[in-house]
């Protein structure tokens, strides 16, 4: 059990449009989800906790008009990369927090190209 | 310094080896401690988890918290090829808001 997915797995896009990625736990529900940000050779960085139903709290420098979350059901959150420029190409991973113990279960990992 | 240190490697070992990897961490707070692996281009794979301070094994990995001397540390025997990936220690106060090390690539030669 404990698995998320994640969709796109890749995608390339051109400056100025905007990009939206999936996260859903496929067998737990998951009343927060959380994203991530990785730069090669780098750790995670979190950019914003998501919780079912309400609005998302970003971490510190990441600009919540530029990244928005909806996490609409207990299975599915999503990201939403509006007026995409070159530096925002990275890895972009989610995860969801699984209530009974209490840790984080990670997707496979959206791998974003910005032209 | 950083809230949780890790040595990023890279650390290379030959096949059987018994390989040691370990964060320390500055926040006496934290409670809730794991070890991820992530392959290349993947996202993290939750290996052990552990609450509090104690060792837990499964299989091959070992997993030690002790929190008086705020170090943690990830065993693993008998190494194998397919076990090369870079291993992230986290952290957390409440199950909320991990801490994440900055990773050990780690490669076993055959």
């Known amino acids: 059990g404990a698995v998320v997915s994640q969709h796109p797995s890749r995608v390339i896009c051109k400056s100025g449009t905007s990009v939206k990625i999936e996260c859903r736990s496929l067998d737990f529900q998951a009343t927060t989800m959380f994203w991530y940000r990785q730069f090669p050779k780098q750790s995670l960085m979190l950019m914003a906790t998501s919780n079912e139903g309400s609005k998302a709290t970003y971490e510190q420098g990441v600009e919540k008009d530029k990244f928005l979350i909806n996490h609409a059901s207990l299975t599915l959150s999503t990201l939403t990369v509006t007026s995409a420029h070159p530096e925002d190409s990275s890895f972009y991973i989610c995860?969801?927090?699984?209530?009974?113990?209490?840790?984080?279960?990670f997707g496979p990992g959206t791998r974003l190209l910005v032209l | 310094q950083k809230e949780v240190e890790q040595d990023p490697g890279p650390l290379s070992v030959p096949e059987g080896a018994i390989v040691s990897l370990n964060c320390t961490y500055s926040?006496?707070?934290?409670?809730?401690f794991m070890w991820y692996r992530q392959y290349s281009r993947k996202g993290p794979e939750l290996l052990m988890y552990t609450y509090s301070s104690g060792n837990k094994e499964d299989g091959r990995f070992t997993a030690q918290v002790d929190k008086s001397s705020k170090y943690i540390s990830l065993f693993i025997r008998d190494s194998q090829p397919s076990d090369s990936a870079t291993y992230l220690c986290a952290m957390s106060e409440g199950a909320q808001k991990l801490v994440f090390g900055q990773g050990t690539r780690l490669t076993i030669n055959p």
């Open positions: 995860s969801a927090m699984r209530r009974e113990v209490e840790t984080q279960y």
């Open positions: 926040n006496s707070a934290f409670q809730y």
